[in-house]
């Protein structure tokens, strides 16, 4: 099964890392450190990485994924639907590859992720238009008739030593996926779902970075 965190972290040598100054007000707040991230414009996502510690894990421990809202305004239905979705997708991984961990312990990595922020737009969204945490499973209404409608995820991800809590990486992304939508449609799951795809595609190849003996 292929892994797009659900992390969405695959950094390597060959990808420019461009500095942007870390405003706090642009994220959510549920990471509890953005100053050490920084913007890698290929994969428009602020993005830290700690590579004196590649290849130094051989288990994982889910901690847990979570919908991260300052609102009250988070359509729950949809929320669940997308945690549960992240949260099966990581434990199969792990479990296929034969690397999950039951509990913290020397060479293990501890994961957790949150949803911050999603919302439809039918504006052409920019790379570094980072949505307000109050937005989360909106149902955003498209003004008239059939338009091209932008599905913006915001996601956020952290992996630690299980042991010592020190950061191994860390992840602010955003996902858009295209689709269009009549008048008055409320988001749903299926909207958010290719992105997520994405996200879980991409999370083996980052996870492999640092396991032991990949």
Known sequence: MKFGLVFALVVSSTIVTAAREVDDKDFSGWLKDYDSLQFNEERNAYIFSNEALRGSY????????????????ADSAVANQATAYLSSGVAALLK???????KPGPGVLRIKIAITGTEKSKED?????FIPVSAIFRGAQAATGKVAT??????????????????VMA???????ETEKRSGGTLIFNDLKPTLDKWL???????????AGQ
């Open 96 to 102: 296929q590859k034969g690397i999950a961990a039951t």
């Open 58 to 73: 051989k288990k994982v421990l889910l901690d847990s994924v979570v919908v991260y809202s300052g609102s009250e305004d």
């Open 125 to 129: 969204l920019k790379a570094y238009n």
């Open 150 to 167: 932008y599905i913006d995820t915001m996601f956020e991800a952290e992996m630690s030593d299980s042991v010592s809590g020190e950061r």
């Open 201 to 211: 595609a991409q999370y083996e190849k980052t996870l492999d970075g640092f396991l």
């Open 171 to 177: 992840i602010v992304a955003k996902g858009i996926e």
